[in-house]
């Protein structure tokens, strides 16, 4: 998905690009390396976007797990308190 965002981004800025080279607003030289820098920009913020969502996940399910995990220590707390109760243990 984000390499076939990257293309089109690409080719419109390309586009943009060369219609402001034509109209003489931008040298063609310029036209290109600004095309080509918006790209990168944007490259690197999808990127730092998608890292950033990366590690909330993360976290969200080491939190989910740790928190079964001590569900589980109650329960098997709760059952030997149980059988200590009922003297079965």
């Known amino acids: 998905m984000k390499a076939a965002l990257l293309s089109l981004l690409r080719h419109a800025l390309t586009y943009g690009a060369g219609w402001l080279a034509a109209k003489g607003w931008l040298d063609t030289g310029t036209a290109h ?8 920009l944007f490259a690197a913020i999808w990127s730092a976007v998608e890292r950033r969502a990366a590690v909330a996940e993360a976290a969200q399910t080491r939190a989910t797990e740790a928190g079964n995990a001590a569900v589980e220590r109650d329960r098997a707390a709760g059952g030997a308190e149980q059988r200590l109760r ?4």
């Open 33 to 40: 390396e600004a095309a080509s820098a918006l790209v990168v």
């Open 86 to 89: 009922d003297g079965t243990f």
